[in-house]
């Protein structure tokens, strides 16, 4: 029998008198949970659906707060909420917009010490995430789980998404053994992306989300669906189980992710350098030591379009990461050079492949990127 309220009946009259969903139907719906990880721009349109649609219980994990730059795209979020918690942010959007539904807030980043019991209180997990850590992290404990996961990924005007160890369908490692190296995928903050795609995304993530828990119609497990916005194509490719793969069992950390981690904390600011070899230096300790005579080559390793929002004071030149091996004959050989980017990620990967290419003097990481220029030197610099 349908415990569903008056109200409820009421909510989810257009689901009622759908063949495929019915009473029994958004019942299920109401007896099941869902866990969202990232409360972000694919977060955002299926947490909203999700909510709508009258999922009973749904989880939200996400230890980042809202920023004004998060408002081009992530929709659950208002600029009333900037600075809040963006798990908090979320769940009270989704409670106002149906406060039938329980909302657990999770303000933690999912990791590899809470992953497993965190996720165990779920019936299907909605990847919203950003990095490729945690989306192995999510694989592999839904892997280990028993759970069905709904994939979602954007870049610039691109998005893919894919249901994943569903009905014992492939998991993400059947499609991607192994992550590509941390310098090869920036972030959106580092691309870009088209605002209104991870709309596209992640409402087809909360479809399928839909789909699995209420059993009807063709899932896209076996299946990649690549959405071209440019162009407005749609493509799927089949995705297929890798028979040498081992089962996963226990969750690791990625080492080469992990070893972009510690070389980035084990590379302590120093204001006397310069001296031969690699470091970092923070932008207060570098315009000390410009002051003091200091006169190092300053290279942007960014993107153009990056470049067009703001350029820090006396850069020499800009070198897209895409592009430094080719043009790394470019940079003198007779200075010492410091690097920066956005956050400092990049710039430090840059760091390594100029000192690898034989270069003798100090070749240093500006600790922070733009951000810690705006930061520790002046806040009229934009932070994107």
């Known amino acids: 029998m349908s415990d569903l309220t008056a109200d409820e009946r009421g909510r989810y009259a257009r689901h009622l008198i759908l063949p495929d969903v019915g009473i029994e139907g958004q019942q299920k719906l109401k007896d099941a949970s869902v866990c969202v990880i990232g409360a972000g721009g694919l977060g955002s349109p299926a947490l909203l659906y ?7 219980r749904i989880g939200i994990v996400d230890d980042d707060l809202v920023d004004l730059t998060n408002l081009q795209r992530q929709i659950i979020h208002s600029n009333t909420a900037i600075g809040e918690a963006k798990a ?10 149906n406060p039938e539904i329980t909302v657990d807030i999770h303000n933690c980043r999912l990791g590899i010490e809470n992953a497993l019991e965190i996720l165990a209180e779920y019936d299907v997990i909605v990847d919203g995430v950003d990095n490729i850590p945690t989306r192995y992290i999510i ?36 499609l991607f053994p192994d992550p590509p190296p941390p310098e090869a995928v920036p972030s959106c903050a580092e691309a870009g992306v088209l605002g209104v795609l991870p709309g596209v995304i992640g409402s087809i993530q909360a479809t399928e989300a839909l789909k699995v828990i209420l059993g009807i119609g063709e899932t896209l497990s076996g299946k990649l669906l690549i959405y071209d916005a440019k162009n407005l194509d749609f493509k799927t490719l089949k995705v297929g189980d890798l028979p040498a793969r081992e089962p996963v069992t226990k969750l690791t950390l990625l080492d080469a992710y992990c070893e972009t981690k510690s070389t980035t904390n084990s590379t302590p600011s120093n204001p006397d350098f310069p001296a031969p070899g690699l470091g970092s230096i923070r932008p207060d300790e570098f315009v000390e030591k410009l002051d003091e005579g200091w006169q190092p080559y300053l290279l942007d390793v960014r993107g153009a379009n990056e470049a067009e929002i703001v350029t820090l004071p006396g850069t020499d030149a800009r070198i897209g990461m895409m592009s430094l091996l080719t043009k790394i004959h470019e940079l003198p050989k007779d200075r010492d050079i410091v690097v920066y980017c956005r956050t400092g990620v990049r ?38």
């Open 347 to 384: 710039s430090l990967t840059a760091t390594h492949a100029i000192k690898n290419a034989g270069f003798p003097h100090a070749i240093l990481n500006l600790s922070g990127g733009v951000h810690a220029w705006s930061d520790l030197l002046d806040s009229t610099i934009p932070k994107y």
């Open 50 to 56: 999700l909510a709508a649609a009258g999922i009973g």
């Open 88 to 97: 908090e942010s979320a769940a009270r959007r989704i409670s106002e917009l």
């Open 139 to 174: 694989s592999d404990a839904c892997e280990i789980l028993g759970k069905p996961w709904v994939y979602g990924s954007i870049f610039r005007f691109e998005g893919q998404t894919s249901l994943f160890n569903h009905l014992g369908g492939p998991n993400y490692r059947d």
